[in-house]
């Protein structure tokens, strides 16, 4: 599969009153073209420095330590302010999360979704707002021809997010970012937003990097998913590995503090303590003082990625060979149970649509 | 719109009419009589002047006369300037001083806009204290010593302009930018601040975000958001502005309005200072309204509330 964003051993740092903060600790990953990553982590893990990054958007106290962002075999951290420029909503566009404060008060919708198509040298002023009118029909804007000349205040924050959201895709982009595009939300919108971004998912071909802390949503939108904590990336893998088969005891609390339809407990469990503070971030997991399978050496070394499945990464030493073996939560467990259920089912059904394709060729 | 600039146009009217009656009345109150040379009059002399300006009836009858007079657009005849109608002494004067205070308030929120912008979008750099500075200098020196200190080194030392007569717009330059350094010290400040805010708001970012280069990122989003508040202000500087061109005026001998109303109070000629008080109050208003309006035409959410009105 052709990678189309890879990113390398990205070091960021802010510079604060207070010293050096490791916001992002040697982040790898790649999005593969087509694909949906979603990347998924509590406030404050890095999730959306990492792709403000990628956008050239970063701060002005954010520092670039290290690292790589491959995008279509270029380095984006080599680039000047220009190139960075011309790739920004053109190539690679971004939705954001609040949709009452993301849209220019003051000038109309239809110049707002035009307004990169302009930028970029795309499509004549007319042109333009034709094909703003499209996309915002796209996105399910009713009667976008008579609104383009409305101005924000006059739509609700759902259509608002609709409007931010066909922004980023007017120039058809080969990666959209999406930085949490429902946290701003309520919950019915927020289900109208995700059953468009998966509408659109069909629709436009783009790669999607989805960032969230709502497991919830990555479950029905995303292909891979990525597991951040405190700056640093700790288990990745198709989404079903993840849902179904974690291997890191933080994806395993995360997991648990979801509600499910089968949760009967009185109380929703919590994952216990704090994020460590990235000032001077531990030297060995960080997740270890919160973990209640944190080993001695936890607490001494960074574990390394370790592999699971050719696609199934995870960096907890628990996965050494020379590691005691541990019985995850059992809420893990059961899910594990339904997915070798649900597998099996896949493998049956499978195995019969080849049986009947067998008999068909038979019969011929 | 229409009928929303009509009903702020009625509004204008009574307050003007409030206006006209609190000054009649306090006017009434103040000591001193019309008359330069009263001492030397005989009582008879006094009563025959009196009686010719009408000024022997009871103050409420004067006032009732002199409303009356003024729906009919006669604004009285000067004491001063004997048989002169107040309203040929406005008109005969007024230019010079409507071209100043508009020069000032044109340069003054023009440059303070500019300068404003420019230390929001250098923040921190030796360019946003330089702005700074001579913003707190413009704001906190009177125009009147700005005018002096001008009239000194540049007509007098230097001899660049003319020091202190009224002969077309070489003769304006002086008193405009004495007169324009406040404006431009407060919409300096005030942009700044605003740009700051604006400059860290989503959109902002979102416009970065559309491959917007950051001059085109202040030029098509940040500076109309940011002028918002910025237009409220005007209405306030403007009439600072009236206020303070008297003394302007008088340093650079200009013949224009604000020099004859301070003329008129010392001599207590009360058509003149009801004619030029009114005059004020009607810039004022009719100042207040275009700011108003202007707002409503940079900030689409105020024009929905007027078009509302509207229905």
């Known amino acids: ?60 106290n954010a520092h670039i330590d290290d690292g790589i962002i491959n995008f279509k075999n270029q380095d984006i951290l080599k680039m000047t302010p220009h190139e960075i420029e011309n790739l920004r909503g053109n190539d690679i566009s971004m939705i954001f999360q609040d949709p009452m404060t993301s849209l220019d008060p003051t ?98 071909d783009t790669s999607i990097i989805f960032i969230t802390h709502d497991l919830g949503v990555v479950a029905g939108i995303a292909d891979r998913v990525a597991v951040m904590y405190a700056g640093k990336i700790v288990e990745f893998g198709t989404v079903d590995e993840i849902f179904y088969d974690p291997r890191h005891p933080y994806t395993w609390g995360l997991l648990n503090s979801m ?106 | 719109m229409g009928k929303y600039i009509l009903k702020r146009i009625g509004y204008m009217i009574l307050t003007l009419f409030i206006i006209a009656t609190a000054t009649f009345f306090l006017m009434k109150l103040m000591p001193g009589s019309p008359y330069a040379n009263q001492a030397k009059m005989t009582t008879e002399q006094i009563k025959i002047m009196d009686q010719q300006y009408g000024l022997n ?74 702005a700074t500075f001579f913003a707190i200098i413009g704001r906190s020196i009177p125009n009147f010593v700005f005018a002096v200190i001008l009239q000194f080194f540049l007509a007098f030392k230097l001899g660049l302009f003319p020091i202190a007569l009224w002969d077309g717009f070489s003769s304006s330059i002086l008193p405009t930018i004495a007169l324009a350094m406040a404006p431009l010290a407060t919409t300096a400040r005030f942009m700044r601040t605003e740009m700051v805010d604006v400059l860290n708001s989503d959109y902002i970012e979102l416009a970065r975000a559309k ?32 206020v303070g061109s008297m003394v302007v005026e008088n340093i650079f001998s200009i013949p224009g309005i604000g020099e004859q109303f301070v003329k008129s109070i010392t001599t207590n000629d009360y058509p003149t200072i009801m004619g030029l008080t009114i005059l004020y109050s009607t810039m004022l208003v009719v100042v ?24």
């Open chain 1, 1 to 60: 599969m052709e990678r189309i964003l890879d990113v390398q051993h990205l070091k960021v740092n802010f510079a604060t009153f207070a010293g050096q903060v490791q916001a992002i600790r040697d982040v790898s990953f790649h999005l593969n073209k087509g694909e949906t990553l979603a990347i998924v982590g509590e406030s404050g893990s890095g999730k959306s420095v990492t792709v403000r990054s990628i956008m050239g958007l970063l701060a002005n």
């Open chain 1, 107 to 204: 000038m109309p919708i239809g110049k707002q979704v035009a307004e990169p198509l302009l930028i970029h040298g795309k499509a004549t002023k007319k042109a333009a707002l034709k094909r703003a009118e499209e996309v915002l029909e796209l996105v399910g804007i009713t009667n976008a021809k008579n609104r383009l000349k409305d101005y924000p205040h006059q739509f609700s924050g759902g259509q608002r997010q609709r409007i931010v959201i066909a922004m980023a895709i007017v120039n058809d982009p080969e990666i959209l970012i999406a930085d949490e595009p429902t946290t701003a939300l309520d919950v019915t919108i927020q289900a109208q937003i995700i059953d468009l971004m998966k509408e659109l998912q069909h629709k436009i």
């Open chain 1, 259 to 364: 509600p499910t339809l089968k949760t009967d407990a009185e109380r929703l469990y919590a994952i216990p303590g704090t994020p460590p503070n990235l000032l001077n971030p531990p030297i060995g997991d960080a997740f270890a003082p919160r973990n209640p399978y944190a080993m001695a050496v936890d607490y001494e070394a960074m574990p390394p990625f370790f592999k699971v499945t050719a696609t199934h990464y995870a960096a907890t030493w628990l996965l050494h060979p020379d590691a005691p073996k541990v019985t995850p939560p059992t809420a893990i467990q059961q899910r594990k149970a339904e997915y070798r259920a649900l597998l099996a089912e896949q493998q049956d059904q499978h195995n019969t649509t080849i049986d009947e394709k067998i008999g068909d060729d038979l019969d011929d």
């Open chain 2, 57 to 130: 009836k009871p103050i409420v009858q004067q006032y009732w006369i002199y409303m009356i007079g003024l729906l009919h657009g006669d604004f009285g005849t000067s004491f001063q300037f004997n048989n002169q109608p107040v309203s040929y002494l406005i008109a005969s004067r007024i230019g010079p001083s409507m071209q100043i205070g508009l020069q000032a308030i044109i340069l003054g929120t023009g440059l303070g806009i500019l300068l404003g912008a420019i230390a929001a979008i250098r923040k921190n750099t030796w360019v946003d204290t330089v």
């Open chain 2, 211 to 242: 491959g917007n280069s950051p001059w085109q990122t202040v030029a098509k989003h940040a500076l109309r958001n940011s002028l918002i508040p910025v237009v409220t202000i005007i209405g306030p500087m403007a009439v600072d502005l009236m």
């Open chain 2, 288 to 311: 207040i309204l275009i700011v108003d309006i202007l707002y409503g035409l940079i900030d689409p959410r105020i024009r929905l509330s007027g078009s509302e009105a509207q229905n």
